[in-house]
């Protein structure tokens, strides 16, 4: 392979290879979490300026790049999370605790400041944005594609870990309209799904609300598997820019 073409393939794969190292950091025992433990969190329980609660950790999403700082501040008479992103990506990740048959619905609540000059969720060179939530799945390998397992391998090769069988993504953005489905440029196996970012939205609290079974299938046709972690993600890399979110308690409820 000549060096432009793997100088391509190592660029095409940093964010889905760090992604695989969060994932392998979360496993770590110290990141365990006890299988009775509450999945969620409710950053309005907790002080601002205090830590976070065991299991949350702000870890990379592309290697050498600035951390998204993630911070708890007042807001009104509650505590929220606030996250500043210069230029930076990173996520607030937690081991994967959730039952996806008892409670496959995820509330929550965000504000984000303003759209991200420049981004495109479409164009890998622009793809931030200013608020997400992630969730990382398992699933069986074997059941892609070539091309799929080939980026997979090629993955582990250059990152040392497996990455997830697929994952799933709520955005702001302002690239496409709410319920709008899209691709990460670089695989299939990251679907995102834009929840926020009509005229209108920016500066102002919104509760939402998804069934996580129900998207998965209508992204992946097929049931998922199990979670395997799950977080929050503001990232202003790809642009260059800066931008500040703020995110509420997330809550995992009974369907539908």
């Not at 209508?218 to 800066?242: Q, W």
Request: hydrophobic share 40%; net charge neutral.
């Amino acid at each position: 392979m000549p060096l432009t073409s793997i100088h391509q393939a190592r660029k095409r794969t940093a964010r889905p290879v760090w992604l695989a190292v969060c994932v392998a950091l979360l496993l770590l025992p110290a990141a365990l979490v006890a299988q009775d433990e509450k999945p969620g969190i409710a950053f309005s329980t907790i002080e601002p300026g205090e830590p976070l609660p065991a299991g949350w950790k702000n870890l990379p999403v592309a290697h050498g790049k600035p951390l998204t700082q993630y911070t708890l501040v007042h807001d009104g008479n509650t505590t929220v999370l606030q996250a500043d992103a210069n230029r930076s990506a990173s996520a607030l990740m937690h081991e994967g605790n959730i039952d996806l048959v008892r409670t496959p619905v995820v509330a929550w609540r965000w504000k984000a400041k303003g759209p991200i000059e420049g981004a495109d969720n479409r164009v890998g060179s622009k793809e931030d944005a200013p608020a997400r939530l992630v969730f990382l799945f398992d699933g069986d390998k074997s059941k892609l594609s070539f091309f799929d397992r080939a980026k997979m391998d090629l993955a582990k090769r250059l990152g040392g870990e497996e990455l997830p069988y697929a994952t799933l993504m709520y955005i702001w953005s302002t690239t496409a309209a709410p319920g709008t489905v899209i691709a990460n440029p670089h695989t299939n196996r990251v679907q995102m799904i834009v929840v926020s970012g009509l005229s209108g939205d920016a500066g102002h609290w919104q509760s939402l609300r998804r069934n996580i079974v129900q998207d998965y299938e209508r992204v992946f046709h097929e049931p998922p598997g199990r979670i395997t972690g799950y977080g929050l993600l503001t990232d202003a890399d790809n642009t260059g820019t800066t931008t500040r979110a703020w995110y509420g308690d997330v809550d995992f409820l009974p369907g539908p």
